[in-house]
């Protein structure tokens, strides 16, 4: 098993999330490689994306590593804003904007269903393995919590009374998308 492994992530809160996980793996966010650089991410999925910053890592810096993308996918809005969902309110990237952008476009919407979906690229010597994580739930009319981070605080997972945010990162890694993709990449990881 590898003892090592860079994120392509500048997000705290997920290397932190992650690094919860992964367990005995050293988990380096991009700060720990000194690269500061807005990563690329021009695809139209998540997985293209996925794939299209741990390559740049990869490539750029010659260091095994792993990079994710995740989407928010709601019905009631055919699936938005998915790929988009960390620019959903505009390119200043706001959390707090994105939710209450989310809050308004569903204001009237009796359907609340959503589901959240991580894809994952992992490059070890070259090579690319991609993982996916699905949690299935529901967005509420209102936030509750103050933990996570993005959507955290409006989605609460199927057969669940709690958002993400009223949760613990270990609560939350149990049943969550990104949760349910460090699992089969960790689960890999451990068969090398």
């Not at 790929?83 to 009796?110: C, I, M, P, T, Y």
């Amino acid at each position: 098993m590898k003892n090592q492994l860079v994120f392509a992530s500048a997000n705290a809160n997920k290397v932190e999330e992650v690094s919860v996980k992964l367990g005995g793996i050293k988990l380096l966010g991009l700060k720990d490689i000194g690269c500061a650089e807005d990563i690329p991410e021009t695809s139209d999925t998540l997985e293209g994306n996925a794939r299209q910053k741990a390559w740049y890592i990869y490539e750029k810096y010659g260091c095994d590593c792993f990079a994710d993308d995740t989407g928010l996918e709601v019905f009631a809005l055919g699936g938005k804003p998915g790929v988009h969902s960390a620019r959903f309110a505009g390119e200043q990237r706001s959390n707090e904007d994105n939710r209450r952008k989310l809050l308004e476009d569903l204001k009237s919407e009796l359907d609340r269903r959503a589901r959240f979906r991580t894809s994952i690229c992992l490059i070890i010597g070259g090579n690319e393995v991609m993982f996916e994580g699905i949690v299935e739930g529901k967005i509420l009319r209102e936030e509750k919590g103050n933990g996570g981070f993005g959507y955290d605080s409006l989605f609460v997972p199927l057969d669940n009374s709690r958002s993400f945010a009223q949760m613990s990162i270990e609560e939350k890694n149990i049943l969550s998308h990104r949760g349910k993709a460090i699992g089969h990449l960790r689960l890999f990881l451990e068969g090398k």
